[in-house]
């Protein structure tokens, strides 16, 4: 287990949602959404070790999937509903497909599951860790601000940079870069074709930094998967089109509480 306290949030009463947020957001990337998937069901919502107002270290896939497992454990769900983005969705699938933890139903939001998933900024941050790490810090700012700015089509880089100001800052987002390991997700991309619960996939059709052919590909290697691309939206999809996210999660979940 994650050593160091994990945020947590619950919302409304019904059957069980778990929320997983990917890099580098934190829950407050479901503050849309959540309020509405409340209105029906028990809505689960965490920051990943490290991100949000979780402590932690080594913030890898791995270690968040176990994370995970152990507080589906602690709070008692017998089948939730797993939710993911980004990293998150890689999280779920290692979660359910790794440790056992049970699941009703997937979604997976743009997803950092199939590789190359590490963008072509971040791979560069590894390459040269150390020269950002010692970079001032105004011009690492501004580095992070023009990269969040192709994550979304509405501008919400701003939402988000306050994790990442200061030195402290600098080394936190630097830190999650440094966790992104394709290793993590080799195991769960070989387990796709055994899960056997109803997976929904969807992907903005903006998406800059996986685009909605890879959120295709990923859809076609899951048994029954249905794939939607969102237009007019980017890779952060819960910010650029939290009202008709929340409209097809909705439809699919009543879909499923009315069979």
Not at 87 to 106: D, E, F, K, N
Not at 201 to 226: H, K, M, N, Y
Request: with cysteine; proline share 7%.
């Amino acid at each position: 287990m994650q050593t160091g306290r994990i945020a947590t949030r619950v919302l409304g009463s019904g059957p069980p949602i778990v929320l997983t947020h990917g890099t580098p957001t934190s829950s407050h990337l479901w503050r849309h959404l959540a309020p509405t998937l409340a209105e029906t069901h028990t809505v689960h919502l965490w920051d990943l070790p490290t991100y949000g107002d979780s402590e932690g270290e080594n913030p890898t896939i791995a270690q968040h999937a176990a994370t995970l497992a152990e507080l589906v454990d602690r709070w008692g769900l017998e089948r939730p509903t797993l939710i993911g983005h980004d990293i998150g969705g890689a999280t779920i699938l290692r979660a359910h497909l790794l440790h056992g933890t049970p699941a009703a139903r997937i979604a997976l939001l743009d997803a950092a599951v199939l590789a190359p998933w590490v963008t072509p900024v971040a791979q560069h941050m590894q390459r040269y860790e150390q020269a950002y790490r010692t970079m001032p810090v105004h011009v690492f700012g501004e580095i992070v601000a023009a990269h969040l700015r192709t994550a979304s089509v509405k501008p919400t880089e701003d939402v988000y940079l306050d994790h990442f100001a200061g030195e402290a800052g600098r080394d936190r987002y630097l830190d999650h870069v440094h966790g992104f390991c394709e290793d993590d997700t080799e195991p769960v991309v070989a387990k796709l074709a055994e899960i056997e619960v109803p997976v929904r996939v969807l992907w903005g059709a903006e998406d800059q930094w996986l685009s909605a052919d890879t959120g295709r590909e990923l859809a076609e290697a899951i048994p029954g998967a249905e794939f939607t691309a969102v237009p007019g939206a980017g890779h952060f999809l819960p910010e650029d089109a939290p009202g008709e996210l929340a409209a097809l999660l909705r439809d699919w979940l009543n879909d499923w509480l009315s069979d």
